[in-house]
């Protein structure tokens, strides 16, 4: 079974500090996806990145980085500079390699960042 | 370009009536998906349609059903609704059968 852990529930910083979202997943899936996606108070669920299993690469996007480890399962999430809009609930999520798109989700986390 | 859209974005219903959900994907992707986000927790997966066929289904009682039109816009149906069918309910398009999925603002449904 496929099952992502978030164990931060709650975070908060203050503006301009870096925080780092932890993520955790267990597959037995050889091929599969990771995703991180933001969840602002209107509800919608908001793409930020999707890594493949085959692909270790670190990513940087802006003040958005990625670190994907498949040695622990974990991807986590770094923003740099934490600014008030980033406000929001961020999910890992993972989707096996198969026809079907059945994303399995962490908990979230609450990131608050305060001015 | 319009984003996913869902309606009716929030409804209430007494226990044991029948509620229809609608969503219309983002231009030219064909598989639709929909999951259930109870407070505090991340979404469940309950269905995903591609290309009208139903591709996959969580661990939903039958009470759950749904379908996608030729146009591939979607409904999601519930039937003999219970109060812990109370979440916002959330479809999500992609352009294929897998990839990074697009999602709406949900359908807030509480059930009283």
């Known amino acids: 079974a496929q099952k992502v852990t978030q164990a931060q529930t709650e975070i908060s910083v203050v503006e301009k500090e870096d925080v780092t979202l932890d993520c955790v997943y267990e597959t037995r899936d050889t091929t599969y996806y990771l995703f991180w996606y933001k969840q602002p108070p209107s509800g919608e669920l908001v793409f930020l990145i999707r890594r493949n299993s085959f692909d270790e690469q670190n990513e940087i996007s802006g003040r958005y980085s990625w670190n994907f480890q498949k040695s622990t399962s974990s991807f986590n999430f770094t923003i740099t500079a934490s600014q008030v809009v980033d406000s929001a609930v961020y999910f890992c999520a993972l989707s096996g390699g198969g026809l079907g798109q059945n994303f399995v989700f962490g908990p979230g986390t609450r990131l608050s960042v305060l001015p | 370009d319009a984003g996913v859209t869902q309606s009716p974005t929030h409804l209430i219903k007494t226990r044991g009536q029948q509620v229809t959900l609608r969503c219309s994907p983002i231009?030219?992707?064909?598989?639709v998906s929909w999951y259930q986000q109870v407070l505090g927790q991340g979404p469940q997966f309950i269905f995903q349609y591609y290309e009208k066929e139903e591709r996959g289904r969580g661990n939903f009682p039958d009470r759950f059903s749904a379908r996608q039109f030729p146009n591939y816009s979607s409904e999601l149906n519930v039937n003999a609704l219970l109060l812990g069918d109370s979440a916002l309910y959330l479809c999500?398009?992609?352009?294929?059968?897998?990839?990074?999925?697009?999602f709406g603002e949900g359908s807030r449904l509480t059930v009283l």
């Open positions: 231009s030219g992707h064909k598989s």
């Open positions: 999500a398009s992609s352009l294929g059968a897998t990839g990074e999925l697009f």
